[in-house]
């Protein structure tokens, strides 16, 4: 079973920046994808960003060119640098990693993900 912990949400102001960690443990290698997704209040989880083992990546339409997601392999760490944040990024980021062999459209939709963190909060005030 993988253990995951979100670091580095909190407050602030549109244009700001945030980076997001996720620290995993438990799990045997090699691992599945990894990513970040979102849920803002009333609505619908969304996927943020996944990485392939390999260092493919996917972005939501929303994100793509202001977050890029990164691993470090040797750290078991995931991180999301958030960069030019508006309002509509406001929500609970949750990490989520998946078992090997999981296909790469259930990593971004997130329904191949089998194990979840427990989110960190971001707001961004405008």
């Known amino acids: 079973q993988v253990q995951l912990v979100e670091s580095g949400g909190g407050s602030v102001q549109a244009g700001g920046s945030l980076r997001l960690s996720c620290a995993a443990s438990?799990?045997?290698?090699?691992?599945?994808?990894m990513g970040w997704f979102r849920q803002a209040p009333g609505k619908e989880r969304e996927g943020v960003a996944v990485i392939s083992i390999a260092g493919t990546t996917w972005y939501g339409a929303s994100v793509k060119g202001r977050f890029t997601i990164s691993q470090d392999n040797g750290k078991n760490t995931l991180s999301l640098q958030m960069n030019n944040l508006n309002a509509e990024d406001t929500a609970m980021y949750y990490c989520?990693?998946?078992?090997?062999?999981?296909?790469?459209?259930?990593?971004?939709?997130?329904?191949?993900?089998?194990?979840w963190g427990k989110g960190t909060l971001v707001t961004v005030s405008s």
């Open positions: 438990g799990y045997t290698y090699p691992s599945g994808c």
């Open positions: 989520a990693a998946a078992t090997y062999g999981t296909s790469w459209l259930g990593c971004w939709k997130g329904s191949g993900m089998s194990s």
